[in-house]
């Protein structure tokens, strides 16, 4: 199968995570106390990873300078995409959110860049004309407004779908794309004289000479203008009840435009590509959005590889023992994260000075969920884990039971939740032949992993 091609504005995301428990005194504004910091590809970086959560050949044609931030692109894409450089004028546009409590307190946005006007090389054109489809991720910063590259898309609409991320700075679309997918602030600032989702994609389709047009509408789906016919494409309702109470939206966008791309070059026609993308926003949103794709840039707490020593979270265990601290651990597959995990985590972490998830290992998940879970990779659970404040380390084990993890750890407290006897945990015995306690947790009704992939496939 021929690649999918990601082309656009690649940005540094930077989530730098902490607690605010005070007020500064010079200002009613909170004292973030920092505890981490991840990194990972925005714009078009991260629509290139998503996309290659979704087909095995993905490469990102975008413009890098070398400054520490281009450096970290391209450590951070290497292993997964094939990075063909434009040359980018400047300085790496880097946005950083400062986060306490799972909430975003402020948006530092910093870096000039902007793609090179100038030739584009040979590579970059052999890419594109390789494509089987393309996604532009367009962010305002000039790749998609090239216009040897605008040129060259014109040309490949006509025999490849291109679908088109549009951005209010960018651009319009160039004529003939598949299908172009603004969400609904967007479309009104690219149709202001119009309010409903309806009228803009018809409006937008017209105006852009696209095939399609599908104005995202968050948790409500999306609507679709194909061709003369409209159509709603809601997120189906078992989705919707997986969903935070304030999920974090970052990278639905690309998510969105992501899956579509990928459908489309499996063959799909537009109208089975949104539904597709659709469904798969929504639960890219549901699991954490783009935070599961983050890595952590900061010797505070790392999440360990299925194969990996785990040293952290031992180097952890040990710091908090020769303190005099209290450490705390639980476990679980922690599939599809949902409150009554993150209300289990919290409770856990108030019984102690540290708390260490145990994490089942995807071969361990299968081996007790069946060959279908888990529904998330264990790199993925372990990031997402770790960016919640109420944990500082995560160890990842092979086993059905982590008792071998729990030897080596020796919790002061071993807290599990649901509806266990202490003498049905395996693990019971070796916590307690070190001296730690069992605390047993009672779930919070409404909430399983189990049920909610139940419903989503009913």
């Known amino acids: 199968m021929k690649p999918l091609v990601v082309l656009g504005d690649t940005l540094l995301d930077v989530d730098i995570e902490g607690a605010a428990d005070r007020l500064c005194p010079e200002a009613p504004v909170p004292v973030v106390d920092v505890e981490r910091r991840w990194l990972r590809p925005g714009g078009a970086g991260l ?5 290659a959560r979704s087909v095995a050949e993905v490469a990102l044609i975008t413009a890098l300078t070398e400054d520490d931030g281009g ?29 306490a409590g799972g909430q975003s307190l402020v948006r530092l946005d910093t870096g000039d860049g902007t793609a090179d006007a100038g030739p ?13 489809a393309i996604l532009v ?31 209010p700075r960018g651009p319009a679309p160039t004529a003939g794309v598949s299908l172009v997918s603004p969400n609904l602030n967007e479309a009104r600032q690219f149709a202001p004289g119009y309010a409903e989702p309806d009228e803009l994609a018809k409006v937008l389709r017209d105006e852009w000479s696209a095939d399609s047009v599908a104005v995202t509408l968050g948790s409500s789906g999306a609507v679709l203008a194909n061709g003369k016919r409209l159509a709603t494409v809601p997120v189906p309702a078992s989705i919707r009840s997986a969903d935070r109470i304030a999920p974090d939206t970052c990278g639905a966008g690309d998510r969105f ?71 705390v651990a ?27 998830v145990c994490l089942n290992s995807d071969d361990s998940v299968r081996r007790l969920k069946g060959p279908s879970r888990p529904i998330v990779a264990a790199r993925d659970r372990a990031r997402l884990l770790l960016e919640l404040s109420s944990v500082d380390a995560v160890a990842v084990f092979d086993e059905s039971a982590p008792s071998a ?51 989503s496939r009913g």
């Open 330 to 356: 639980t476990g679980g597959c922690f599939d599809l994260l949902h409150p009554g995990h993150v209300s289990l985590l919290r409770q856990a972490r108030a019984m102690g000075d540290a708390l260490i």
């Open 405 to 455: 993890l729990l030897d080596r750890l020796r919790p002061d407290i071993w807290v599990k939740g649901g509806d266990y006897a202490e003498a049905e945990l395996p693990e019971a015995e070796v916590v307690r032949r070190h001296g730690g306690d069992i605390a047993l947790i009672p779930t919070v009704r409404g909430y399983s992993t189990t049920q909610l992939v139940s419903r």
């Open 47 to 51: 629509a290139a990873l998503l996309a």
């Open 137 to 167: 991720a367009d962010y305002g910063r000039g790749v998609a407004a090239h216009p040897r590259i605008r040129r060259l898309l014109t040309e490949l609409a006509r025999a490849v779908p291109v679908v088109w991320d549009p951005h």
């Open 120 to 132: 584009v090389s040979s590579a970059v054109v052999r890419m594109l004309r390789s494509a089987g």
């Open 257 to 327: 435009a992501s899956a579509a791309t990928a459908a489309l070059l499996d063959g799909s026609t537009v109208a089975e590509a949104v539904t597709h993308a659709v469904d798969t926003a929504a639960r890219f949103v549901a699991t954490g959005a783009a935070t599961t794709l983050s890595t952590c840039d900061s010797p505070a707490a790392t999440a360990t590889g299925e194969t990996d020593a785990a040293g952290s979270a031992f180097e952890l265990a040990a710091a908090v023992r020769d303190r005099g601290g209290r450490l």
């Open 71 to 99: 450096r970290s692109l391209l450590r951070l894409l290497g292993e997964e995409v094939d990075v063909v450089p434009m040359v980018l004028r400047g300085e790496t546009v880097r946005k950083t959110r400062v986060r």
